[in-house]
């Protein structure tokens, strides 16, 4: 479903034969790196399906990344650019660009599909993961459910082409769309009686927020999967109150390995198995380690970050719980309170429940005594006098956290606190 119009497997498989003739046509070869600028509709999706069958090493890209796109064409060395616009009209530039980079050497001379994922940057410079496409692909043969599903994630994000892959191999239905704001996708979720919908935490929060789910029938929805970020358990409890008949679960997936199985605990639980087939896990000194058979080869602009026997270190920290674990963050999110540990989810998760808190977000500032202090950024529902307001949140954190967990500094914006992929802007450490 595109633009609410609908098309058929067959329209996906002669627009997919139309770009196998295209490709030949304008002589790109296999092996060669290919961008493709665009968010999900029938040509951008047939063309993906096209450019792997045909041995290419494909690039997503989206408006969202679009002040990174020259640097992340350079650093994947992009040879061709397709680029569709919002009315699926589409332009090829062909790039003087020569592959030097030697892991993509490596898999073209494997003569395999490859893709470059790059992370979000919002903690630091982006890094290109270079995939196999055959790994990434293996698990899809494997039939499971079929649904009617929401392709909310973007089109370069490893949960929205998880869910674009994952959708068409079992004969699903995808809805796509445009606006990703709340009242449109619960429109859509009533039109088109969507039972799966993949989405972030920033989003659910935004929807409880703005009510509008009060307006729409949601019954349809059996299924809603989160991650990408921490979800706050207050806003999760509310979800499992408004949605009772969704069923709610926490998904667990990396730019460098894929999206694992999981399995939450209950809906209104943090508390998450994750592996699956190919996967395998163990917690090391409270760190998650995967080693994954559909991980990355290798970083195009970093190290090497596995280990040698093959695992890779996540950087979240886990509490552990038999089969269970519940993440806490990511290591290099901790802020240090004078040797004490704060995870920056915790704290927001208590500022959530304030009244007048549209979002918030948590981070360190540097302090001379205590090293780091914790500072709280918040955009409100209404406008508040910023003083009495800064004095009510210390007054409700010191009743629900330890006194070092208390911001010491409390910053009000009026700018979104989420970029365009619905997920918190993690702000540097100063």
Same mark, same amino acid.
């Given at each position: 479903?595109w633009?609410?119009?609908l098309y058929?497997?067959?329209?996906?498989?002669?627009?997919?034969n139309?770009?196998?003739k295209?490709?030949v046509?304008?002589?790109?070869?296999?092996?060669?790196?290919?961008?493709?600028?665009?968010?999900?509709?029938l040509s951008?999706?047939?063309?993906?399906l096209?450019?792997?069958n045909?041995?290419a090493i494909?690039?997503?890209?989206?408006e969202?990344?679009?002040?990174?796109?020259?640097e992340?064409?350079e650093i994947?060395?992009?040879?061709?650019?397709?680029?569709?616009?919002?009315?699926?009209?589409?332009?090829?530039e062909?790039?003087?660009q020569?592959?030097?980079?030697? /892991?993509?050497?490596?898999?073209?001379?494997?003569?395999?599909p490859?893709l470059?994922?790059f992370?979000?940057?919002?903690?630091?410079?982006?890094?290109?993961?270079?995939?196999?496409?055959?790994?990434?692909?293996?698990k899809?043969?494997?039939?499971?459910n079929?649904?009617?599903?929401?392709?909310f994630l973007?089109?370069?994000?490893?949960?929205?082409?998880n869910t674009?892959?994952?959708?068409?191999?079992?004969?699903?239905?995808?809805v796509t769309?445009?606006?990703?704001?709340p009242?449109?996708?619960?429109r859509?979720?009533?039109?088109?009686?969507?039972?799966?919908l993949?989405?972030?935490?920033t989003?659910?929060?935004l929807?409880?927020?703005?009510?509008?789910?009060?307006?729409?029938?949601?019954?349809?929805?059996?299924l809603?999967?989160?991650?990408?970020e921490?979800?706050?358990?207050?806003?999760?409890?509310k /979800?499992?109150?408004?949605?009772p008949?969704?069923?709610l /679960?926490q998904?667990?997936?990396?730019?460098e390995l894929?999206? /694992?199985?999981s399995?939450?605990?209950?809906?209104?639980?943090l508390?998450?198995?994750?592996?699956?087939?190919?996967?395998e896990?163990?917690?090391?000194?409270?760190?998650?380690?995967i080693?994954?058979?559909?991980?990355?080869?290798?970083?195009l602009n970093r190290?090497?970050?596995?280990?040698d026997d093959?695992w890779f270190?996540?950087g979240?920290?886990?509490e552990v719980?038999?089969?269970?674990?519940?993440?806490l963050?990511?290591?290099?999110?901790?802020?240090?309170?004078?040797?004490?540990?704060?995870?920056?989810?915790?704290v927001?998760?208590?500022?959530q429940l304030m009244?007048?808190?549209?979002?918030v977000?948590?981070?360190?500032e540097?302090?001379q005594?205590?090293g780091?202090?914790?500072?709280?950024?918040?955009?409100?529902?209404?406008?508040e006098?910023p003083?009495?307001f800064?004095k009510r949140?210390?007054?409700f954190c010191?009743?629900?956290?330890?006194s070092?967990k208390?911001?010491?500094?409390?910053?009000?914006?009026?700018?979104n606190?989420h970029?365009?992929r619905?997920?918190k802007?993690?702000?540097l450490?100063?």
């Amino acid at each position: 479903m595109w633009r609410e119009n609908l098309y058929t497997y067959d329209d996906i498989l002669n627009t997919f034969n139309l770009w196998e003739k295209e490709i030949v046509d304008r002589n790109i070869p296999p092996g060669s790196v290919v961008g493709l600028s665009g968010d999900y509709s029938l040509s951008t999706c047939a063309l993906l399906l096209a450019l792997i069958n045909a041995g290419a090493i494909v690039v997503p890209l989206t408006e969202a990344v679009k002040a990174h796109r020259s640097e992340f064409m350079e650093i994947a060395e992009v040879q061709y650019l397709f680029t569709f616009d919002i009315n699926d009209k589409w332009l090829l530039e062909k790039r003087k660009q020569s592959i030097t980079n030697p /892991l993509s050497m490596e898999l073209i001379k494997k003569k395999s599909p490859g893709l470059i994922l790059f992370s979000s940057g919002s903690t630091g410079k982006s890094k290109a993961a270079l995939h196999d496409f055959h790994k990434i692909l293996e698990k899809f043969k494997l039939p499971r459910n079929k649904m009617r599903t929401l392709n909310f994630l973007l089109f370069d994000h490893i949960g929205g082409l998880n869910t674009f892959f994952y959708t068409v191999s079992n004969g699903g239905m995808i809805v796509t769309t445009s606006s990703r704001e709340p009242e449109n996708i619960c429109r859509l979720i009533e039109k088109f009686k969507i039972e799966l919908l993949p989405t972030t935490p920033t989003f659910l929060t935004l929807l409880l927020l703005s009510e509008v789910y009060k307006d729409f029938d949601l019954n349809s929805l059996r299924l809603i999967t989160y991650g990408t970020e921490p979800m706050t358990e207050s806003i999760l409890q509310k /979800l499992n109150n408004v949605l009772p008949k969704a069923r709610l /679960l926490q998904t667990y997936g990396l730019s460098e390995l894929g999206i /694992l199985r999981s399995k939450s605990k209950t809906s209104d639980s943090l508390w998450v198995k994750v592996g699956g087939e190919g996967f395998e896990t163990k917690v090391v000194n409270g760190i998650l380690w995967i080693r994954a058979e559909s991980a990355m080869l290798g970083y195009l602009n970093r190290d090497n970050p596995f280990t040698d026997d093959g695992w890779f270190i996540t950087g979240d920290e886990v509490e552990v719980k038999g089969d269970y674990i519940r993440i806490l963050g990511r290591d290099s999110d901790v802020i240090n309170v004078g040797g004490q540990k704060v995870y920056p989810a915790e704290v927001e998760n208590i500022i959530q429940l304030m009244d007048n808190v549209e979002n918030v977000v948590v981070c360190s500032e540097s302090n001379q005594i205590v090293g780091q202090i914790v500072k709280a950024t918040v955009k409100l529902k209404e406008k508040e006098n910023p003083v009495e307001f800064r004095k009510r949140l210390k007054r409700f954190c010191k009743d629900h956290l330890s006194s070092y967990k208390v911001p010491q500094k409390v910053v009000l914006s009026k700018e979104n606190l989420h970029g365009e992929r619905f997920k918190k802007k993690r702000i540097l450490k100063s």
